[in-house]
């Protein structure tokens, strides 16, 4: 298997209602994890809630018996936070509460978008 990138740093891991998050400090691009043989392959894409952070979500899963996708991460020594993960909550819970609000004021239509 073709590793991109060795012992991911990876400073939390929250499970919400919301989705999959790792927190992963100073990396930008997507990845893969192996999740296990019930799960498969997760690709994490890096999205932004709350102020200087970090955090990917599980964005797309595949069977794991598919192709190794690239670029594979190793991570090791993972944080599972409880504090991390109610601030987590909070913060994306605030996200989403304000697009909410942003999409019931400005709805996009489809002659909005053309």
Do not use: H
Not at 4 to 26: H, M
Not at 27 to 35: A, G, P, Q, S, V
Not at 57 to 82: F, N, Q
């Amino acid at each position: 298997m073709k590793t991109a990138f060795n012992n991911l740093p990876v400073t939390a891991a929250i499970g919400l209602k919301q989705g999959f998050f790792l927190e992963v400090p100073d990396r930008k691009e997507d990845f893969w994890l192996f999740m296990g043989d019930l799960v498969g392959w997760m690709r994490f894409s890096m999205c932004r809630y709350g102020l200087n952070s970090e955090r990917f979500e599980a964005v797309e899963v595949l069977p794991p018996r598919s192709p190794v996708p690239y670029p594979v991460v190793v991570i090791k020594g993972v944080l599972w936070s409880r504090k991390a993960a109610l601030e987590a909550e909070q913060c994306i819970s605030a996200y989403l509460a304000d697009l909410a609000r942003i999409e019931a004021k400005n709805p996009l239509t489809p002659e909005a978008v053309s």
